[in-house]
Nanobody, 116 residues
C-alpha cells in the first residue's frame, strides 16, 4: 500500500519548536513535489510550505515564513517541517502531501498543539 506517515507532533509551549517528519512507504519521493498543510478546528485546509522535486525550490505561506522550514531527503525517502517560534494559532492537524502529475498522496495527519 502506498502511503505517507507523519510523526513528530505533540504539545509545545508558545515560542517553542517542533520538527515534523513524513516518510513514504512503497513508493519513492524523487519525482514528487512535496508540501505541508494544516487544518485547524473549523478551518479549511491551508498550504504552508512546499518544495519542488528536482531543484528543491521552496515556497512558504506568509504566516509561517521565517519560522518554518521545509526540507526533503530523497535518499531517506522523507520530508520534514522544522517549526520554530510556535504560536497558539499554529495549533492544528498537520498533513504532508506528495504530488506528481495525476497522483497525490496524503498522510494521516499529526496533531500540533501550542499552549502554555
Amino acid at each position: 500500500q502506498l502511503q505517507l506517515v507523519e510523526s513528530g507532533g505533540g504539545l509545545v509551549q508558545p515560542g517553542g519548536s517542533l520538527r515534523l517528519s513524513c516518510t513514504a512507504s512503497n513508493f519513492t519521493l524523487d519525482d514528487y513535489a512535496l508540501a505541508w498543510f494544516r487544518q485547524g478546528p473549523g478551518n479549511k485546509r491551508e498550504g504552508l510550505a512546499c518544495v519542488t522535486s528536482k531543484d528543491s525550490r521552496t515556497h512558504y505561506k506568509d504566516s509561517v515564513k521565517g519560522r518554518f522550514t521545509i526540507s526533503r531527503d530523497d535518499m531517506k525517502n522523507t520530508m520534514s517541517l522544522q517549526m520554530n517560534s510556535l504560536k497558539p494559532e499554529d495549533t492544528a492537524v498537520y498533513l504532508c502531501n506528495a504530488k506528481y502529475t495525476f497522483y497525490s498522496f496524503w498522510g494521516q495527519g499529526t496533531q500540533v498543539t501550542v499552549a502554555s
